[in-house]
């Protein structure tokens, strides 16, 4: 099903919560009116009027910083342990031999799969890192942006905003070392790497909202020339995987003499375009020379749990004023409340401590993280930050509902609270994105059709073998 704000069921809605995140903070007892997509007013400590849509808890949509959309068909199939000890490089060869069966219809289907389960999961933006690019033989499509026109008819199909990311990938290891094989479907020079860009510009130009930035892979994946001419090809978001593995960082020290962070920090100028996706494995002074730039962490927990990868020093980085957002990235599990819920929990198991994300001592754990990837993510996406809703801005919100089983708190900072660390499911009930209801009773209102097509295509290639 294609969701089009500009077809919302009439030129006017009107929304009432009981608690709302406003930009000045929370307020109750809200009414909220949405005309052509934008925020035209809101109402605090009113009663709701016939015809309101009534709702518990009002939030800005979050943004999922970094995902590779195509992986959400591959999750569940990486779980049988190897001969050896298991990591993400023994992860890798699965996702490989998974992306040598994928042809663009079968990529829009998946991804179309993972963009509505974002949307359910609290999120209304994503900035899709990709990668795939080129047919099953390595060579490019006829259309060079064959792949990246996939992704924004998923985009459209869904109704999820869509921050681009090209990924330039032409390297296997420090040093500028040839690709392998297996990486044939991601390999571009440059001057192939700017068609691409341009192609790609034109893939999502149909969307009504959507941004285009660029994405050098990682430092083993790109030259030092190489990286300072691809981040010159946009003035849009900068994302880079940096520091996720041990081995990255010690392949790292080995060829360079410098660590990840260190060693781009040296050879770019970051700022608060970029987003470094992961730096997991970061010395104290590279944790306060991410947090001095203005750039943003692009944290992923559940997949860094998942892989095995390591724990991010986010103690460190918060007392450094550092800014963060989070992203689902392998998309092996997508849901706001739950990437939240494996930071934190994380942190606390690291350091044997409670409410380390909580910032201010008294302070909402919940509210301050949320308020943090809210902030974050916007940055990190290419958008302007927002702490909150006001009149004037596109109405991405989402409503989540309490848990029927425990007491309702009183205040906001409680229900987030709640929502994070102790609903036992999904409690995103309803999602507007530019003001058109795309979540309702907490499914995608193109459920049906978009697992459909995804069982489908997912039935095609395991029939084709293990993945």
């Not at 049988?80 to 079968?106: K, N």
Request: glycine fraction near 10%; charge should be negative; hydrophobic fraction near 45%.
């Amino acid at each position: 099903m294609t969701v089009d704000a500009r077809h919302a069921r009439s030129p006017e809605t009107w929304l009432w919560f009981e608690q709302v995140l406003l930009e000045a903070g929370w307020s109750r007892s809200v009414r909220i009116g949405i005309h052509d997509g934008v925020i035209g007013a809101i109402l605090a400590g009113v009663a709701a009027e016939p015809g309101d849509q009534i709702h518990e808890t009002g939030l800005p949509g979050l943004t999922n910083l970094h995902s590779h959309a195509f992986q959400r068909g591959m999750a569940g199939l990486a779980e049988a342990r190897g001969p050896s000890l298991d990591s993400f490089w023994t992860w890798r060869e699965t996702m490989y031999r998974f992306v040598d069966r994928l042809r663009p219809d079968e990529v829009t289907a998946i991804a179309a799969m993972a963009f509505a389960e974002m949307l359910e999961g609290g999120f209304t933006r994503v900035a899709e890192f990709h990668y795939l690019h080129h047919d099953i033989d390595g060579r490019p499509y006829a259309k060079v942006g064959e792949m990246a026109e996939a992704i924004a008819s998923a985009a459209m199909q869904t109704g999820i905003g869509l921050t681009l990311l090209p990924v330039f990938y032409a390297h296997s290891a420090f040093g500028g070392a040839a690709p392998s094989q297996a990486q044939r479907r991601f390999i571009n020079d440059l001057d192939g790497f700017a068609s691409l860009m341009e192609e790609s510009a034109r893939a999502i130009s149909v969307l009504p909202d959507a941004i285009l930035g660029v994405a050098p892979h990682s430092l083993r994946a790109v030259t030092r020339e190489e990286l300072g001419i691809v981040c010159g090809m946009t003035t849009g978001p900068v994302h880079i995987h940096i520091a996720e593995q041990v081995r990255e960082v010690d392949d790292c020290l080995a060829w360079s003499g410098a660590r990840p962070v260190d060693l781009l920090f040296d050879t770019v100028e970051v700022d608060r375009r970029w987003c470094l996706v992961h730096a997991t494995h970061m010395s104290a002074s590279e944790t306060r020379r991410l947090a001095n730039s203005g750039a943003v962490a692009g944290l992923c927990p559940i997949t860094e749990a998942n892989l095995g990868d390591g724990i991010f020093p986010a103690a460190d980085y918060l007392s450094a004023g550092g800014a963060w957002g989070v992203g689902s990235d392998s998309n092996v599990l997508i849901d706001a409340a739950q990437e939240f819920r494996m930071l934190e929990y994380s942190q606390r198991l690291a350091r044997r401590s409670r409410n380390v994300m909580a910032g201010a001592a008294g302070g909402s754990t919940g509210d301050a993280m949320f308020r943090s990837a809210l902030a974050g993510g916007a940055q990190a996406a290419g958008e302007s930050v927002r702490h909150g809703m006001k009149v004037g801005q596109v109405a991405d919100l989402i409503a989540v509902s309490g848990e029927t089983a425990a007491a309702k708190p009183s205040s906001g900072e409680a229900r987030l609270d709640q929502w994070i660390f102790a609903s036992r499911d999904r409690r995103v009930d309803a999602v507007w994105r530019r003001g058109t209801q795309v979540v309702t009773n907490g499914r995608h209102v193109g459920h049906v059709e978009t697992t459909r097509r995804y069982v489908r295509v997912l039935s095609r290639i395991l029939e084709l073998g293990d993945a």
